[in-house]
């Protein structure tokens, strides 16, 4: 069994910052690309940021230079350094990570969410 558990969100006035982590426990045996989404109301889920276990990064051209993704492979856990925050980035935040389990079998594994709501 495999958990991805998200802490951090919260609301913050437009400006602010928020620190998002996310911690995967369970039968894993390895971890390549670990990531976040957002889902905004009558919105689809978007990708935010991804990291690959050689730590190269992509971002959503909405959030280059604000955000910033990092992890912590001993710990298994992605972090997600939010600055600048803006209105229009209120949504739920999601972990995702590709993990290869103790068993073989590989699979996406999808955190609960935490919602992170900016204020104007």
């Known amino acids: 069994q495999v958990q991805l558990v998200e802490s951090g969100g919260g609301s913050v006035q437009a400006g602010g910052s928020l620190r998002l982590s996310c911690v995967a426990s369970?039968?894993?045996?390895?971890?390549?690309?670990m990531g976040w989404y957002r889902q905004a109301p009558g919105k689809q889920r978007e990708l935010v940021a991804i990291?690959?276990?050689?730590?190269?990064?992509n971002y959503a051209d909405s959030v280059k230079g604000r955000f910033t993704i990092s992890r912590d492979g001993a710990k298994n856990t992605v972090f997600l350094q939010m600055n600048s925050l803006k209105p229009e980035d209120t949504a739920v935040y999601y972990c995702?990570?590709?993990?290869?389990?103790?068993?073989?079998?590989?699979?996406?594994?999808w955190g609960l969410g935490t919602q992170v709501t900016v204020a104007s």
């Open positions: 990291i690959t276990s050689g730590g190269s990064t």
């Open positions: 995702n990570a590709h993990i290869q389990r103790v068993d073989g079998m590989r699979s996406d594994y």
């Open positions: 369970g039968s894993i045996s390895y971890i390549n690309i």
